[in-house]
């Protein structure tokens, strides 16, 4: 049996414990929805306030020049790029991953033009599904949707697909696929690939690099921490550079957006990728927080986070096991994401009742508990109090109450 003194010796050994510090979290709240939204580094309300008052109410206009305003997507970049093993160069921020996935899919169409098949996963999440549908109906393309397994997956890469798109790590299960194999497999077949990394970036090691994707777009709010609606990230190796074109033709994306000129003339490499002016609050926001990861090293991140989610569904297993939960991730951690997924049929309630004790995870549907474990400030003496939580939970029935069986707009 794994005691809670034993978790607070892990604590104490932990080489990751003082980033804890570099974030402000309520007092007593044991955070784990870091995967939806990043807990907020202290530093960051400083920053903005400077940004604000400083940059925009005193600098006016001429801050996009003395404050390098211009210059901030490719800082935001290089710091972005370091963490998905790509150059510099290959690497933008800029608007939603709902948006970059848009030009990151009509780009891979228009790089593959004699192809008319989109091949996808029926468990991918929703959004980047919805965009896929309105770039066949542009591109009069059709839609392949398999299992989300890897094996689906490889088993329907044949000579008629035209793109795949994918998500690293699945939002509901956290489970991880194979993107060297699998892009590997997409090539020999004359795809190209797009991997969406909204729930990698930050909290896998990712080498897009190594394993020569074409494609990815992933979050600036969950694992990376930018704050709500923080901008995302697109990458394009440089290989496709000079023959890709995006849709969404804005100034910012312009060769001389200065000149004013009538026709449009893309910018040379990711620069192509801007769309319109940037929310530069937000994306000032995400350029501070990035600094969370300087000395961090990814392979010494991704130890941790193996080792909570490992921790975590050992103690699901000591204490739970008379209570009908299921699990939702893989029980191996190499191929788990930073997360774990329960399941029970009173789903909702239960994560309800964790969030009234100050233990915030997530519910996704039909029947998902979905804990987020971010390896900078979640503690293994967290995990400890969320699985004991959960057990007195159970054992009191408290989740069967009015006010947690009724659901929330957001779950
Ligand atoms: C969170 C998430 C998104 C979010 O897209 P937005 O445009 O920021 O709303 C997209 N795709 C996946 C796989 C996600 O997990």
Redesign the pocket.
């Known amino acids: 049996m794994v005691t809670r003194q034993d978790c607070i010796t892990l604590d104490e050994r932990d080489g990751l414990a003082e980033y804890r510090h570099k974030f402000t979290l309520p007092e007593g709240e044991i955070y784990l929805d870091g995967n939806?939204l990043g807990a907020m580094p202290s530093h960051l309300p400083a920053r903005i306030q400077e940004v604000v008052v400083k940059e925009w109410g005193n600098g006016l206009i001429r801050s996009w020049n003395d404050a390098g305003w211009i210059h901030v997507p490719k800082r935001i970049s290089a710091k972005v790029a370091r963490l998905i093993g790509a150059n510099a160069d290959e690497v933008t921020v800029a608007d939603?991953?709902?948006?970059?996935?848009y030009k990151a899919l009509a780009t891979a169409a228009r790089l593959n033009p004699d192809r008319k098949v989109i091949l996808t996963e029926l468990d991918?999440?929703p959004?980047?599904l919805y965009i896929a549908q309105g770039i066949a109906e542009l591109f009069g393309l059709e839609i392949r949707y398999v299992e989300s397994t890897p094996e689906a997956v490889l088993a329907a890469l044949d000579d008629s697909i035209c793109l795949t798109m994918l998500?690293h790590v699945n939002?509901r299960t956290g489970a991880i696929y194979p993107m060297a194999e699998i892009t590997a497999k997409a090539h020999q077949v004359g795809a190209l690939i797009v991997w969406?990394l909204?729930?990698s970036a930050g909290a896998v090691e990712v080498d897009l690099n190594a394993a020569e994707v074409d494609l990815a777009?992933g979050?600036g709010?969950?694992y990376l921490n930018g704050g709500p609606?923080a901008p995302?990230f697109i990458y394009v190796a440089k290989r496709h550079h000079q023959q890709m074109r995006q849709p969404l033709s804005g100034w910012h994306g312009h060769a001389k957006p200065f000149e004013f000129v009538l026709d449009y003339q893309p910018a040379d490499g990711m620069d192509r990728m801007q769309c319109g002016t940037p929310p530069l609050i937000s994306m000032l926001g995400l350029d501070a927080a990035l600094d969370v990861f300087d000395g961090v090293d990814m392979h010494d991140l991704r130890i941790k986070s193996m080792a909570l989610c490992d921790l975590f569904i050992k103690l699901v297993d000591e204490k739970l096991s008379e209570y009908d939960f299921g699990l939702a991730s893989p029980r191996d951690s190499a191929v788990r994401g930073s997360q774990v997924s329960l399941t029970h049929k009173q789903g909702y309630a239960i994560v309800q009742a964790l969030i009234a004790r100050g233990i915030t995870g997530d519910f996704r549907m039909p029947n998902i508990l979905r804990f987020g474990f971010t390896p900078l400030y979640v503690r293994y003496v967290d995990v400890y109090d969320t699985v004991q939580a959960i057990a007195e939970i159970m054992v009191k029935d408290e989740w069967n109450q009015a006010q947690f069986l009724t659901k929330k707009a957001v779950t």
């Open positions: 939806s939603s991953t709902s948006v970059n996935l991918n999440f959004t980047d998500t939002y969406d909204a729930h777009v979050c709010y969950k609606g995302s």
